[in-house]
């Protein structure tokens, strides 16, 4: 068996809109690569970028912990971490590394986890950033594609998005909270009106039978949400200016990714993706926010760099 695994996870969007805590989708923006290494005793993080270094406190340190302990494993483990997705900014960056390393921990003990399995433990990790256990992100990040996350039990189901599906994301340069995941879950209501809820759930269906049937005109038109967003839309400024440019520009519908503060477009390869991405950096300029924009599509989940 190898004494070392490297395995690169990418990037992801939550919610997608109506589906809080349930939707994700993987994106191939930028990808977390997490390399781990037997060693005599204890866990060891390596990494050149700004992110705690005590097992306890980072994702990728707790998944091997929680795994470590629960497979009775004896071995030291070295995590060394190499952050390709920003920190804080709505894209399952510790999601990536969290999924990277349960994968790449069932890889080098052999361990042949089920799906359901590898996202629960790699959910574990999350706690350290978030605060909470939510798998959205995880999922999408260990699966690829678009997952839906069933909870209590655990059960997530995988849809191959359609090919021709693309998002414009773009990443505000402002400063977010240290811990940001917990700051924007504070603003969502504890109650919601039944009329909110029946609109969320008409949207949300619509988003899932779009993924079913390849239809990204679908998926775009029904990203719509009346609950979370406008909760949120606050710590994002110029927001709504950067929504009304896109959707303007020719985006079919327009969100928070994930907890924000980035802003994701979906749109189709046969749009002007450059003329979404340009309107959505003047929407910025509005609330003279600058912000960095990146064109994407979905991306496969962890893979082993072996492959
Ligand atoms: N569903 C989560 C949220 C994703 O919106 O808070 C962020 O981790």
């Known amino acids: 068996m190898a004494s070392k695994i ?3 996870a990418p990037s ?4 997608l ?4 805590d349930v939707f994700g989708l993987a994106i191939d923006a930028f990808y977390d690569e997490v390399t781990l290494t037997k060693t005599k005793n204890g866990i060891t993080i390596i990494t050149d970028d ?3 270094t005590n097992p306890e406190d980072n994702t990728a340190g707790l998944v091997v912990k929680n795994m470590k302990k629960k497979f009775k494993i ?3 483990i070295e995590i060394k971490i190499i952050k390709g997705v920003p920190v804080g900014f709505g894209m399952g960056s510790s999601a990536a590394s969290a999924a990277a390393s349960a994968v790449a921990f069932d890889k080098l003990f052999g ?3 089920n799906r359901n399995s590898l996202v629960e433990l790699a959910g574990s990790g999350e706690k350290a950033s978030a ?4 798998y959205d992100n995880v999922a999408a990040s260990v699966l690829g594609g678009f ?3 069933k909870t209590n039990p655990l059960d997530v189901i995988r849809i191959e998005p359609p090919k021709n599906l693309r998002m414009c994301i773009a990443v505000p340069k402002i400063d977010v909270p240290k811990k940001k995941t917990k700051v924007s879950r504070g603003v969502i209501p504890k109650n919601i009106k039944l009329t909110d809820s029946v609109l969320n759930l008409s949207n949300a269906s619509a988003i899932v039978t779009g993924f079913m049937r390849k239809d990204s005109e679908l998926i775009g038109n029904s990203i719509k949400d009346v609950i979370v967003e406008p909760a949120r839309q606050h710590m994002i400024p110029g927001f709504v200016r950067v929504k009304q440019n896109a959707l303007k520009a020719g985006a079919l519908g327009v969100t928070i990714s994930g907890a924000g503060p980035s802003v994701i477009a979906f749109s189709k390869s046969s749009a002007d993706l450059k003329k979404i991405s340009l309107a959505m950096v003047r929407g910025f300029t509005t609330a003279n926010t600058k912000c960095q924009t990146l064109i994407c599509k979905p991306s496969k989940g962890a893979i082993d760099k072996r492959r």
Do not use: E, R, W
Not at 12 to 15: E, G, Q, R
Not at 17 to 20: I, V
Not at 131 to 134: D, E, R
């Open 6 to 8: 490297t395995v690169k």
């Open 12 to 15: 992801s969007t939550a919610n």
């Open 17 to 20: 809109g109506p589906g809080f």
């Open 50 to 52: 700004n992110i705690p």
């Open 74 to 76: 004896k071995n030291g």
């Open 111 to 113: 361990l042949k986890l």
């Open 131 to 134: 605060g909470s256990v939510h």
């Open 147 to 149: 997952v839906i996350v």
